[in-house]
């Protein structure tokens, strides 16, 4: 069964744009992790947030989690041609490192 | 460091077949997971290893089956192969702590006809 959702199931923009991505979950987890896949290759990971914190950054990428609503959010700033990919979250809940993975966000990124 | 390998990156079998796929996690993680990636299903958790033991498993038939050896590296197998087993098979490493991020290797594209 799938413990995360996001929201929307595709996005488009254009370049220099802001993307902005949302996971809802069912159960308490210990993190929330954010992924990127490019054509069916392997996932990248973009960054983690554990459930004691509420905001993370790395670059351009901007997380949020509100443990309250069981709901994260990935902000991407000015984004890219090349930021076109699929996003996934994912939680881990647990004392092991299972992943349990939404079905994902395309993100198209027009130049 | 090097990331996660996987090996082969592609593999075509016939139904009844079995297959067996390999990943080599990064230089001192010694937790390997491997996940099952269709469009139908999405992304699934088939098992985990960690020090050699499966310390979890998903919700697959037994014909799907993995090990684990000294080094980290894995393998897992999969035995009388059926079309929907068709599918990009995922290995991610992550360091023994839990809760840690987990690093994914290329993945193994497999056909099943």
């Known amino acids: 069964s799938q413990q995360g959702e996001e929201d929307p199931q595709a996005l488009s923009i254009q370049e220099g744009e802001n993307a902005t991505m949302n996971c809802s979950y069912k159960t308490s987890i210990n993190n929330l992790q954010w992924y990127r896949q490019n054509s069916g290759r392997g996932l990248v990971h973009l960054i983690l947030?554990?459930?004691?914190?509420r905001e993370k950054h790395s670059g351009r990428l901007r997380v949020t989690l509100d443990t309250s609503k069981k709901s994260s959010s990935l902000l991407i700033t000015a984004s890219r041609a090349a930021d076109t990919a699929s996003y996934f979250c994912a939680t881990a809940t647990g004392a092991n490192s299972k992943l349990t993975f939404g079905k994902g966000i395309t993100l198209s990124v027009r130049p | 460091k090097a990331g996660v390998t996987q090996t082969p990156r592609y593999l075509i079998k016939t139904r009844g077949q079995q297959v067996t796929l390999s990943c080599s996690p990064i230089?001192?993680?010694?937790?390997v997971s491997w996940y099952q990636q269709t469009p139908g299903q999405g992304l699934q958790f088939l098992f985990e290893?960690?020090?050699?033991?499966?310390?979890n498993k998903g919700n697959f038939p037994g014909r799907f089956s993995g090990r684990q050896f000294s080094n980290s590296r894995s393998e897992m197998n999969v035995s009388t192969l059926e079309l929907g087993d068709s599918a990009l098979y995922l290995c991610a490493s992550s360091l023994e702590v839990p809760y840690n991020e987990q690093f994914f290797g290329p993945g193994t594209r497999l056909t099943v006809l």
């Open positions: 230089s001192g993680h010694r937790s």
């Open positions: 947030i554990r459930s004691n914190e």
């Open positions: 290893y960690f020090s050699e033991t499966q310390r």
